[in-house]
């Protein structure tokens, strides 16, 4: 992806799953200092308007009853962030073939829990749908359909298609939806390239000294 540093409402949705976009809140995990676009609850608002999670009016309503409650605002970032580092370690461990911790799944666990308590199943037109909204007046609602995403992800045959970028400092991931599962890259316009320049110059390089 775009490596520039840049609006966490500007980041690039390349993961193919919400849960997947929402680990893709960090930049060159890799690194020894990695770009963490997640500072405070109105960067979560903001992504979560972003993805289309919810409406310029819940946006408001959110961002009011975050200034209002500070206290609670804050904690609800850092159980953002908690999941967020749980849903990467989840899915990284799968992407190299490991299993996963029993801490990791537990602690996943402990936030569907949460996100179960707060859902209910409501009637549209069509049928039936997940309605995890919980109390809107609470400021932790918003976390809830990215634990659904990931949820469902990791019940799904997909988790096993889930990557982590071949740039090992870059540290996106992503659901490789490629028939013969051969996506390398979080995106080829930006990584992929990048290795494709490298090659190139240490090719050239090699030929000089030759
Ligand atoms: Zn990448």
Redesign the pocket.
């Known amino acids: 992806?775009n490596h520039k540093k840049r609006d966490i409402a500007d980041l690039e949705l390349l993961g193919g799953r919400l849960c997947l976009d929402f680990v893709n809140t960090v930049d060159w995990r890799g690194r020894e200092i990695p770009q963490e676009y997640l500072y405070t609850y109105q960067d979560l608002i903001a992504w979560s308007r972003h993805v289309g999670l919810i409406k310029n009016r819940e946006a408001k309503m959110l961002k009011q009853q975050a200034d209002l409650h500070p206290l609670e605002a804050e904690k609800v970032l850092i159980r953002a962030v908690g999941l967020r580092e749980t849903i990467y370690r989840l899915f990284s461990s799968t992407a190299e073939g490991v299993t996963a911790s029993s801490k990791d799944l537990a602690a996943f666990n402990k936030y569907l829990s949460t996100t179960m308590r707060q859902s209910r199943i409501i009637k549209t037109i069509d049928g039936f749908i997940w309605d995890s909204d919980g109390n809107k007046d609470e400021l932790d609602w918003i976390l809830n359909p990215i634990v659904r995403s990931a949820a469902d992800l990791l019940v799904s045959g997909d988790f096993k298609r889930v990557k982590r970028?071949a740039?090992s400092s870059?540290g996106?991931v992503f659901l490789d939806k490629s028939r013969n599962k051969s996506r390398r890259?979080?995106?080829m316009k930006?990584?992929g390239n990048r290795a494709k320049a490298s090659r190139f110059y240490k090719r050239a390089r090699l030929s000089q000294a030759g």
Do not use: L
């Open positions: 992806m970028c740039d870059c996106w890259w979080c995106d930006d990584c």
